[in-house]
């Protein structure tokens, strides 16, 4: 079982569910030919994708790109179920920075076919987390960069406010098709400028006020 921790504190959640939005900031969906969505567009990791600062992302031999998405992840400290809007942000424990590791040349395959694209977002070590701070200690304002540096130069750099639905939205949205537990996270989305790693390329994520990582592509 995976767990993660809330900074400055002895608080440790083992992690449930990973829930993940999909096409999240208007630009990324341009920049990969798609529509911008109506509805958050959910999907599903396995928690035993999780890995952590420092630890080595594996690159499949069966894939020839693999992309970095930088997110911002909450982390659920509340049971609920058709949450109102007050329920949904309340039940956002956490703020965390994660990478969603995704596996692009399956994806689009699967995506022609019909067919889910489970595979190209479920392998292990797809799931970047860090350390979580807490709502007491700091309040999300929007303003915070969100960036990413592949071997020192900036690839992706936004900021958490050009998400198309907000941490509440989203909340709100996925409690009204599944309950959401105490240790789900949830990862929101990534902004433009994903793009194509190597092995032995080094990765620096951040939000601004939040955490860092670094993680190598094996
Ligand atoms: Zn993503």
Redesign the pocket.
């Known amino acids: 079982m995976k767990k993660v921790k809330i900074r400055n504190s002895e608080k440790e959640f083992i992690v449930g569910k990973i829930v ?3 096409r999240n900031y208007a630009e990324h969906a341009k920049e990969l030919g798609n529509e911008v969505p109506k509805f958050p567009i959910i999907f599903l990791k396995p928690p035993s994708t999780l890995i952590y600062d420092g630890d080595n992302i594996v690159h499949p031999s069966y894939s020839n790109e693999m992309h970095h ?1 930088v ?1 911002l992840v909450l982390l659920i400290g509340k049971e609920i179920k058709n949450a109102n809007d007050e329920e949904a942000e309340n039940a956002i424990t956490g703020y965390g920075v994660g990478l ?1 590791m ?1 596996l692009r040349d399956l994806q689009n395959e699967y995506r022609k076919e019909g067919n889910p694209w489970t595979l190209a ?1 479920s392998f292990d070590t797809c799931g970047v987390i860090s350390d979580f701070v807490s709502k007491e200690e700091y309040r999300l304002t929007g303003d915070e960069k969100i960036v990413l540096h592949k071997n020192g130069n900036i690839q992706q750099n936004s900021t958490v406010n050009k998400m198309i639905f907000s941490p509440m939205e989203i909340v709100k949205y996925i409690s009204e098709r599944m309950t959401l537990e105490p240790g789900d996270l949830i ?1 929101t ?2 902004p433009e400028g994903v793009s194509k790693v190597e092995r032995g390329d080094v990765l620096k994520s951040s939000i601004e006020n939040i955490a860092q990582l670094e993680n190598k592509i094996l």
């Open positions: 993940c939005v999909g998405e997110e969603d995704t977002k990862y989305g990534t």
